[in-house]
């Protein structure tokens, strides 16, 4: 069975910073597209940001310029580093991993809140 265990959530002010790790142990973390999603409550998941095994990223248009991902072949980690975060940003955030070579092979952390308020 296929772990994802996030860490790195917790209450930020406004403005202030915050960086989200994900390790995904006993697997070839190369081979993996991986992403940060978020559900805010009483909304759907969205995507965040994705990187993929070629190290390609993407964002949604709410958070460029702000946030940045990345990952770490070698530590089976992806990290989402988030900036001038905003009480929108307020969520849960889940790490996934999609193998770019087995379709269908795809797994999801079990999230880590973040809150940002003053």
């Known amino acids: 069975q296929v772990q994802l265990v996030e860490s790195g959530g917790g209450l930020v002010q406004p403005g202030g910073s915050l960086r989200l790790s994900c390790v995904v142990p006993?697997?070839?973390?190369?081979?993996?597209?991986m992403g940060w999603y978020r559900q805010a409550p009483g909304k759907q998941r969205e995507l965040v940001a994705t990187i993929t095994r070629a190290g390609r990223t993407n964002y949604t248009f709410t958070v460029k310029g702000r946030f940045s991902i990345s990952r770490d072949n070698a530590k089976n980690t992806v990290y989402l580093l988030m900036n001038n975060l905003k009480a929108e940003d307020t969520a849960v955030y889940y790490c996934?991993?999609?193998?770019?070579?087995?379709?269908?092979?795809?797994?999801w952390g079990q999230g880590t809140q973040v809150t940002v308020s003053s």
């Open positions: 996934n991993a999609k193998n770019a070579i087995f379709a269908g092979r795809t797994y």
């Open positions: 006993g697997i070839i973390f190369s081979i993996y597209d």
